[in-house]
């Protein structure tokens, strides 16, 4: 037996086994909580409290929820800035339903509905005009976000004081007199999550959508059509957007139009960048989304118990997102150095 054969024999370590079962780029997430925690913990006493660790879930449902439709729409190789103009028409119109209506399903159903509509005129603007999806989203931004205001009486707050409506964003399961109780809104989280995962792996929805991220012009040829993919994606981007904005009215008991929802697109973004998925498309999982989405409520949650200014924290996610993406661009640049040795000993 040559010596490549006994190294080749030779059981992986566990380490290297996780790693294959996971992910490279997950474990290395992973690693980096595990350090984020331990700084923190080590930091404050209540840290690792049940109600602290509880509230940790709840506070990342709504940038979950609008990561995991984000994740679809940057693994097609797109973009979608104005989810979180998209969420505060969602969360408007939810309470406005509430109110008149006094029915939640109806809330709920038309916070969801306004969302998908939104991603479809996202995806109207990108197929048919054939707006770059960056342009065209930044358009839409700052457009969806004055729909918003002109939706809502005066452009102020919808106040909404619905028990049933409240229990969504600030309810619990499970509570009792020394347990805190598991968050509805993170229990939301986690069945979207696990269904967009479902998706994304099984089913030839999600093949396609890598396909259409990795190689346009070779999924095209396969017979995916490209323009109704793009409508799919967006307009289900567009639904969780929605319903992360129902969950924001559930939370604060009124629709906001601005406030609880500005700055949602940044950290999903970020969410999904740092969870390996890669600018040109065709890469990234809903684990790794949702990796990253924790490390980042973990780090502003300790970063709150620490008493470190705001903007302290606004600056630490800008950073964050110029490092996921810097990452993404070197494992790209490795891959394609990589590829080019290996074409150039096969061409010998």
């Given at each position: ?37 331990a700084l923190i913990a ?35 190789a797109g973009l979608d ?7 505060g028409c969602a969360s ?257």
């Amino acid at each position: 037996m040559t010596a490549m054969d006994q190294q080749s024999a030779r059981p992986a370590s566990p380490f290297k086994r996780i790693g294959t079962y996971v992910g490279a780029e997950n474990l290395s997430l992973m690693i980096a909580l595990v350090i984020l925690i331990a700084l923190i913990a080590s930091q404050t006493e209540f840290f690792f409290s049940a109600r602290n660790v509880l509230n940790i879930g709840q506070n990342m449902a709504v940038v979950g929820v609008i990561a995991v439709g984000m994740t679809l729409v940057i693994v097609s190789a797109g973009l979608d800035i104005s989810v979180g103009s998209i969420a505060g028409c969602a969360s408007v119109v939810c309470a406005l339903l509430v109110v008149h209506t006094g029915s939640v399903g109806l809330g709920l159903a038309g916070g969801i509905a306004i969302g998908m509509v939104l991603g479809l005129v996202n995806a109207a603007i990108i197929t048919i005009l054939r707006v770059n999806p960056v342009v065209a989203t930044l358009a839409t931004y700052s457009a969806f976000r004055g729909v918003a205001f002109l939706i809502a009486p005066g452009g102020r707050p919808v106040g909404v004081l619905d028990p049933n409506l409240r229990f969504l964003g600030a309810g619990r399961l499970l509570q009792s007199d020394g347990f805190p109780g598991i968050p509805v809104a993170f229990l939301i989280l986690v069945a979207v999550a696990v269904v967009a995962h479902i998706v994304m792996r099984t089913t030839v929805f999600g093949r396609s959508l890598y396909s259409m991220g990795g190689n346009p012009a070779a999924a095209r040829l396969a017979g995916i059509a490209l323009n109704r993919m793009k409508f799919q994606i967006y307009a289900t981007s567009g639904a969780l957007a929605g319903l992360a904005g129902v969950i924001v009215t559930a939370r604060t008991s009124s629709g906001q139009p601005a406030s609880g929802t500005q700055g949602l697109e940044l950290e999903a973004i970020t969410a999904v960048f740092l969870g390996g998925a890669l600018m040109s498309g065709g890469k990234g999982t809903i684990l790794g989304t949702m990796l990253a989405v924790t490390l980042i409520a973990v780090l502003s949650n300790g970063m709150n118990l620490l008493g470190i200014a705001t903007f302290y924290q606004l600056v630490a996610k800008g950073l964050l997102l110029v490092i996921a993406v810097a990452i993404g661009q070197w494992r790209l640049a490795r891959s394609e150095r990589q590829q080019a040795r290996a074409a150039a000993r096969g061409g010998k």
